[in-house]
C-alpha cells in the first residue's frame, strides 16, 4: 500500500479518467448507469465541467459553466489530451433530483444538494429527519461507488485499451 | 459544513482496526476521551475536539445520544483564535510610537519591533475569544464507512489525527488509487496491475 500523499499525486489521473469515461457513459452508454442504479431515471451533466491538460511541465485548465451551456470547447479540449478534472452532475430518480460536483483528483464531492426534507420540529423527531438526510446521501455515494467499480473492472482489463479508449475517441470526432 | 445543511461537501473514508467490545461503550468513551474543551490557556490559539452533533457546544456523549439507527452521527468541532492584521498592525504601531516616545531616540532597532510584535500578538490572543467551527460526521461503524462534511485538506487531516487518538483506528482516505485499492475486491494480481497504470491518452 502507497503512502496517502504519494498515492493522492501519482494516480490523480485515474479520477479524472473515471470523469471523462463518466461523461462518455452518461452520452453514449446509459445502460452502464442504470445497472448501477435501477431506480436511476437519468443522469446529465450540470452547470460546471472543468478539463485539465498536462504535458511535461505545461498545464491548461478549462472551464465551462452555465445551464445548457455548449459543450463543443470542452470535446475539442479532449481531442487535444485534456481530461475531465470536475464534473456537476444531476442525478434524477422518480420526481426527486440531486445535484453535485465530483472532483477527479479526490472524489470528493462539493455543492451536494438532495431532494428536500422536512425541518426538525422537535428533539423527538430529530433522528427521522437525520436518518432520512443520510439515506439521500447514501443514494448518490452507494450509486457513484458502483460507477467506480465498474470503471476500475474496464480500466484493469486488456479491453481498456483494446476497445474502450477507442470508443471514446470515436465519440469525440464524431461530436464536432 | 452541516449534513443538515442545503448544500454540503462529502469526504469518503474507510475504517481501518477493530474496536474492543462492547463497540458503542468503547466509541462513547473515545469520543469523550477527547471532546472539546474550552480554550482557557492564553497562549494557546486552537483546540480540536469531539463535539455532540444536536449540542455542539455541550459535548455530552453519554448514553447512546450519538447513535442515529446504524449510523453513529457526532462532530468534530475546531476553536481558533484569529487575529484581524490590521488590528494587530495598529496595535503594533501603537506600542512602537509609544517606545520611541518613551525612549527618545528617533528609531527601534530590529529586534526591539520583533518583540513588540510578539508581546502584543500574544496580548491579543489572551484577550480575543475563540471562534468554533463545526463539521458533521456520519460513521457506518458496521460497514466500516465514514462520511465528513467536509473538503479541505487541513481540516482532513485534524480529523485522521484526532480519530487515531481517540479510537486507535485509522482513517483511509477515499481518493482514485484507495477506492480502487480497498473498494473495488480485486485480486492481487490486480493490485499489482493498478499499481503500474499511467494516464490514458484520448486525443487523437
Known amino acids: 500500500m502507497l503512502d496517502i500523499a504519494v498515492a493522492y499525486n501519482r494516480f490523480k489521473f485515474l479520477g479524472e479518467e473515471f470523469l471523462t469515461w463518466l461523461w462518455f457513459a452518461i452520452d453514449q452508454d446509459p445502460s452502464i448507469l442504470r445497472k448501477a442504479d435501477p431506480d436511476l431515471s437519468s443522469l446529465e451533466i450540470g452547470n460546471r465541467i472543468v478539463l485539465e491538460k498536462r504535458h511535461e511541465k505545461a ?14 470547447e470542452a470535446m475539442l479540449a479532449l481531442q487535444k489530451g485534456a481530461l475531465v478534472a470536475e464534473l456537476n452532475l444531476v442525478y434524477r430518480s422518480a420526481e426527486h433530483k440531486w445535484q453535485f460536483t465530483l472532483k477527479g483528483e479526490s472524489l470528493n464531492l462539493s455543492s451536494m444538494k438532495t431532494p428536500k426534507t422536512a425541518a426538525p420540529e422537535s ?3 430529530m433522528e427521522g429527519v437525520v436518518l432520512e438526510k443520510i439515506f439521500l446521501y447514501d443514494k448518490i455515494l452507494q450509486f457513484l461507488e458502483k460507477l467506480y467499480k465498474t470503471f476500475i473492472e474496464y480500466r484493469l482489463s486488456d479491453n481498456w485499451q483494446k476497445r474502450h479508449v477507442g470508443l471514446i475517441k470515436k465519440w469525440s470526432r464524431s461530436c464536432l | 459544513m452541516g449534513l443538515l445543511s442545503s448544500s454540503v461537501s462529502i469526504t469518503r473514508y474507510q475504517v481501518q482496526g477493530k474496536l474492543e467490545k462492547p463497540i458503542l461503550e468503547t466509541i462513547a468513551a473515545g469520543l469523550k476521551k477527547k471532546a472539546i474543551s474550552d480554550v482557557d490557556d492564553p497562549t494557546v490559539d486552537k483546540a480540536v475536539g469531539w463535539t455532540s452533533f444536536e449540542k455542539p457546544y455541550q459535548p455530552d456523549f453519554d448514553g447512546s445520544s450519538f447513535v442515529y439507527g446504524n449510523y453513529l452521527v457526532f462532530s468534530l468541532r475546531i476553536d481558533r483564535k484569529t487575529v484581524p492584521p490590521k488590528l494587530l498592525q495598529k496595535h503594533v504601531v501603537i506600542e512602537s510610537d509609544k517606545r520611541l516616545a518613551e525612549s527618545g531616540r528617533p528609531y527601534l532597532s530590529r529586534s526591539e519591533k520583533e518583540r513588540i510584535r ?4 500574544d496580548r491579543l490572543y489572551a484577550t480575543v475569544p475563540a471562534t468554533p467551527n463545526i463539521y458533521d460526521i456520519i460513521w457506518n461503524y458496521e460497514d466500516c464507512i465514514l462520511c465528513f462534511f467536509f473538503n479541505l485538506k487541513a ?3 485534524e480529523l485522521e489525527t484526532l480519530f487515531l487518538r481517540s479510537f486507535d483506528l485509522t482513517l483511509i482516505r477515499m481518493i482514485p488509487y484507495t477506492a480502487a485499492h480497498y473498494a473495488s ?8 496491475i493498478l499499481l503500474e497504470l499511467s494516464r490514458t491518452s484520448f486525443a487523437g
Open chain 1, 123 to 125: 428533539p423527538e423527531n
Open chain 1, 59 to 72: 498545464f491548461e485548465r478549462m472551464t465551462i459553466k452555465g445551464e445548457n451551456a455548449g459543450l463543443e
Open chain 2, 155 to 157: 481540516t482532513n487531516e
Open chain 2, 118 to 121: 510578539d508581546q502584543v500578538t
Open chain 2, 185 to 192: 475486491d480485486l485480486k492481487s494480481t490486480e493490485k499489482d
